[in-house]
């Protein structure tokens, strides 16, 4: 460094950028996935915020990983990708179960009759329905198993499912359904819906203390017991028996905990050790859908890729009015799946993901969540026509897909509670009062920039029982002037609430002012929203106490109804009124059934109880849909939840990507999904060329920085005494 | 030293039992078993029947600290917290709530923890003592007081600006690098550039100023002044004569944090998608994973407590005049 001239450290500098730019290949750098064979249509997406927990089709029950489950297993039952309401339709099964009613000696009876104590369903597997390739299936030369261990030593090779050499591949048998019914009984899976199937499913509970007294080591053939339930008729028909009637189970086969399970591959993950290495059900699913997972590192990525034994399937040719015009029936009787691979990185913050997905390295900005609140403001602007892209983004042709979700959000009250609860005609007019009060849409506008949905009714969008325009309106909350709901004057409210016994917001006996309290969820709401309540609440002069508290601690309030004012919420497992309505229904308060009960606000109606008794098991049409229509009018009457919205989350997708129609119950859509891979192509490397002044520019400054050090140093090396005393003198 | 270490060894197991124990009865004031049994189960439709399988099957049927049912020893031994924290001792680590291996996730997410906090913690250090000996080699004058402005502007800002700017700029605006992500078959050093720049970065402020004190320190003492007077040059006598004589505090700083490298960075691991140990560690404590939060954090410890002794024995090292005994 002594003898460096500064040109010479410039030059130095300059090298070692460029060399290192050179290192860098063609553009873009940016990009962060591995190169890819061109001809593979490789979809790249995002698991985000956080990896599956379980991908055990028995054990998993949240949506983000029935995103994976839902492309790999075929369940009996599945949805029309494009009509709306949502539409069942048959998927691992030849047709629709056939249903027999039976009383309680095993007869057949009508389904109208009053004996009816069982209802058998009856479903034939389709015959082209066959497994991925799969080490489980592997046979040796005698036709046993390949990969079956007697210790942990003899299988310690075999780190992940891609490193067995052979694989082979089966016919899915109506077997293989009942064994994964099966699975759902055997307790030491610790399936979710082991109490609730078991309510249902003759012989379920049965069967599953049979097995839990079970010595076990190493695999228990759960085919050496019997479910009373179920039964293998021949290779392709199985029957189901449950319970009474209970219509809404066909739609609980069109969940993945129906799916088929081999028996081997049961076996296969029970060699001893395998467990140590994450080589579990639970972690490698093996199904028959249209896509297998090659790759699931929690820490990375998921990888699906194309089963090569998938049956035969179409796009369908009809959809909802106007899809046709929207493009979404250009590809109507094509073969399916389009997708060769597809990846879902992990991404847990948000402005990676989104600059990612702007760069043109995300086909889509999410998949269960639209991941764009946080960047909303950058990505739309509201225009006359409702929500738009901005103009910055104007040039990259970004869709938009909505997507009202089948839920709800709401904050209910306790109808238990001696100040807001009951049922007489002042507690209703409290209620009413307070609801008026929050004005939900205004709400929504300013902390969900308009992603959400005023409801006037419990159930959502998509699901019979929700109606629109006039008709929907809650006529306690709500007029319809000039063609939209428009919420009742405040003036209004306050006479409701003086009517209640609360003028101005005191109690008209002893001049207290009237106060709430609201229980809310401590990571799910910040002070400007409490704010905003303290402020709505004050124009009629009541006051709010907010209780904020984790979810484990809100839980334990709800479960004990100790809460005024609660915050909840309910997505959908099927699109049926009954999985809303029953958030109502009495036997499900938490203090009645001393359980987790749905119905947090222990609403107790005798009638509405006897209308649910009567909708649940009635078959759609007019005799239900009115027995719904007066549940729904009770619900407004009694005036039970404070506010209710429909959540609505929009999700981008590139230009490239096609057929991105949301569905809001069934995630089994990416068989549906194509892309024009030449032109993410052209727009990636368009959009990322690098800029390189920035390396130069701070190169230049670095070494200007150092220069005039080495400079002083070298004066002050070379300098003599005699000089540096004269400067000092100086 | 061998008697030494043994000693600093064993009493390193009541530190654990005390950590153990410590972060045992946090997790349980806030969390329940029948809490993480719902969150494990999915809070829909659990019933109590479903929750009482799960603690059986996850070990967490017994009473925390004393179970006043039992008889003899088995009162202390036949708890969780007794069960839960044997087989930590052996090293055992068990599964996580979810069902995963949890050695396994460990011995796989360490090397992406390494391949940031390495390159970060050497390439700062180098940066941070050299940019400290420069200062220090012109102290007292106006680019000294400069340089101190500079480091304590840098200390006041917030790390998480450092990581946002950096990906703004860096990977947003000039496209050099992928903002995000850590992929081994695609040219693993480019998403490693980033976060490292910005943990250098980020580290210079508080580290070279840090440094410079210890060095100024050095620097008024006689043996500089002798090695100035007998023609030495500024360069030797900085790196010569300032830098080994300053290397004790300096050691004191840094060898005890390089057993807990493994451990990662929570904050760039998250923002920058690196799969690593901290972020292992932030996705356990949000889903209430007991057996992983456990577990780290009895590793955290014992690499701590490794990096003690291993200060102590650079100490010897470094100067030869101490003596471990």
């Known amino acids: ?730 | 030293m061998f008697a030494y270490i043994v000693r600093r060894m064993l009493y390193a197991i009541p530190i654990l039992i005390g950590v153990n124990l410590l972060t045992f009865t946090l997790f349980f004031v806030v969390n329940s078993p029948d809490d993480m049994a719902v969150s494990q189960l999915g809070e829909k439709y659990v019933t109590p029947e479903a929750i009482a399988t799960w603690k059986k099957k996850n070990g967490y049927d017994k009473p925390l600290f004393v179970n006043a049912g039992a008889e003899g020893s088995e009162v202390l031994t036949d708890t969780i917290f007794f069960s839960k924290s044997l087989k930590l001792f052996a090293f055992d680590f068990g599964r996580s709530e979810s069902g995963r291996d949890i050695t396994t996730d460990v011995a796989t997410r360490m090397w992406p923890s390494l391949a940031v906090a390495l390159p970060n913690f050497a390439i700062g250090i180098w940066v941070n003592i050299c940019v400290a000996l420069m200062v220090v080699m012109f102290h007292a004058t106006r680019l000294d007081r400069w340089a101190v402005f500079v480091f304590v502007s840098l200390m006041s800002i917030s790390y998480l600006f450092y990581i946002i700017g950096g990906q703004f700029l860096v990977a947003k605006t000039w496209k050099l690098v992928p903002i995000s992500g850590f992929n081994i078959e695609a040219q693993p050093w480019k998403f490693l550039i980033l976060p490292v720049l910005v943990g250098v970065v980020a580290g210079i402020g508080s580290g070279a100023r840090w440094y410079r004190t210890l060095f100024l320190e050095e620097a008024n003492q006689d043996y500089v002044r002798t090695a100035r007077a007998k023609g030495a040059s500024e360069i030797s006598i900085l790196f010569k004569h300032i830098l080994p004589n300053a290397l004790i505090p300096i050691l004191t700083g840094v060898v005890v944090l390089i057993p807990s490298l493994f451990m990662g960075s929570l904050l760039i691991e998250s923002f920058f998608g690196i799969p690593g140990l901290g972020s292992y560690m932030l996705d356990a404590i949000k889903s209430q994973d007991f057996a992983i939060v456990r577990s780290m954090v009895f590793i955290g410890s014992i690499l701590y407590i490794i990096g003690l002794i291993l200060t102590d024995i650079s100490y010897t090292w470094a100067d030869p005049r101490v003596r471990l005994n």
């Not at chain 1, 019997?226 to 449950?242: A, F, N, P, S, W």
Request: aromatic content about 12%.
């Open chain 1, 1 to 730: 460094m002594r003898n460096n001239h500064p040109v010479q450290l410039l030059a130095l500098v300059a090298i070692a950028i460029g060399a290192l730019l050179s290192a860098c290949g063609e553009p873009p750098w940016n990009n962060p996935h591995p190169p890819a064979p061109d001809e593979l249509m490789i979809y790249q997406s995002v698991m985000t915020p956080a990896p599956p927990k379980h991908l055990d089709p028995a054990i998993s029950y949240a949506s983000d990983e029935s995103l994976y489950l839902m492309q790999i297993y075929e369940p009996p039952m599945g949805y029309h990708f494009l009509k709306r309401p949502y539409e069942l339709l048959p998927l691992g099964v030849e047709d629709f179960p056939q249903l027999t009613y039976l009383d309680e000696a095993g007869n057949e009876v009508e389904e109208g009759d009053d004996n009816v104590a069982f209802t058998r369903y009856t479903l034939t597997v389709r015959e082209d329905e066959h497994y991925q390739p799969h080490p489980a299936f592997a046979l040796d030369g005698e036709g046993e198993p390949l990969y079956l261990f007697d210790s942990p030593e003899a299988g310690a090779a075999f780190r992940q499912i891609p490193d067995f050499p052979q694989t082979g591949h089966r016919r899915v048998l109506a077997n293989d359904y009942v064994y994964a019914i099966k699975r759902l009984a055997d307790p030491l899976n610790g399936s979710p819906m082991l109490g609730f199937m078991a309510q249902y499913i003759v012989g379920m509970k049965e069967f599953s203390e049979r097995v839990a007294g079970v010595e076990r080591e190493g695999w228990l053939n759960l085919d050496d017991f019997t479910m009373k339930g179920l039964k293998v008729l021949d290779e392709r028909t199985y029957t189901i028996t449950i319970m009474g009637r209970y219509p809404q189970f066909v739609y609980w086969l069109a969940m993945h905990f129906f799916s088929p399970i081999a028996p081997e591959v049961d076996r296969f993950y029970h060699n001893p050790g395998f467990d140590q290495r994450n080589l579990t059900l639970d972690w490698w699913p093996v199904g028959s859908g249209p896509y297998m997972m090659v790759q699931n590192n929690p820490n990375s990525a998921i990888v699906l890729e194309r089963n090569p034994n998938y049956r035969e399937d179409f796009f369908p040719t009809e959809g909802e009015p106007g899809d046709l015009e929207k493009g979404l029936l250009a590809d109507a009787g094509k073969p399916i799946p389009f997708v060769d691979r597809a990846v879902y990185r992990l991404e847990k913050e948000v402005l990676p993901l989104w600059t990612k997905f702007l760069q043109g390295f995300y086909d889509r900005s999410g998949e269960v969540h639209g991941n764009t609140n946080g960047v909303f403001d950058q990505a739309f602007v509201v225009g006359p026509d409702g929500v738009e892209m901005s103009e910055d983004l104007a040039d990259h042709n970004i869709t938009m897909s909505p997507d009202v979700k089948p839920g709800i959000y709401y904050y209910g009250f306790n109808m238990r509670d001696p100040v807001v609860g009951g049922y007489t005609e002042d507690k209703r007019k409290l209620r009413q009062a307070l609801q008026i009060a929050f004005n939900t849409e205004e709400y929504l506008n300013i902390f969900y920039k308009g992603n959400g949905i005023t409801a006037h009714n419990l159930i959502p969008p998509g699901i019979p029982g929700h109606l629109d325009g006039e008709a929907g309106v809650n006529p306690y909350t709500h007029d319809w002037v000039d063609g939209e709901a428009v919420r009742k004057p405040i003036e209004y409210a306050r006479q409701l609430l003086a009517e209640a016994g609360y003028p101005s917001g005191r109690d008209a006996r002893t001049g207290e002012p009237l106060k709430i309290f609201i229980d809310v969820q401590s990571q799910a709401i910040g002070n400007t929203s409490m704010n905003w309540m303290d402020r709505v609440f004050s124009e009629l002069g009541v006051q709010v106490e907010f209780r904020p508290a984790d979810w484990n601690r809100t839980r334990e309030k709800l479960l004990t109804g100790n809460t005024q004012i609660y915050s909840h919420g309910w997505l959908a497992d099927y699109p049926d009124p009954e999985n809303f309505l029953f958030l109502l229904y009495g036997p499900e308060s938490p203090l009645l059934c001393k359980c987790d009960g749905a119905n947090n606000s222990n609403y107790g109606s005798e009638e509405y109880d006897d209308l649910f008794r009567q909708m649940r098991v009635l078959p759609p049409g007019e005799e239900r849909a009115a027995l719904v229509a007066r549940m729904v009018e009770l619900f407004r009457q009694d005036a039970v939840w404070l506010f209710v919205y429909y959540p609505k989350d929009i999700y981008l997708n590139n230009s490239w990507v096609y057929n991105t129609k949301r569905h809001g119950i069934s995630k089994a859509t990416l068989k549906y999904l194509r892309l024009d891979t030449e032109e993410r192509a052209r727009k990636q490397v368009a959009w990322n060329q690098p800029i390189t002044w920035p390396l130069w520019a701070t190169a230049a400054g670095v070494v200007g920085l150092i220069m005039p050090g080495v400079v002083a140093y070298r004066r002050r090396q070379n300098a003599t005494a005699r000089k540096a005393a004269e400067r000092t003198r100086n």
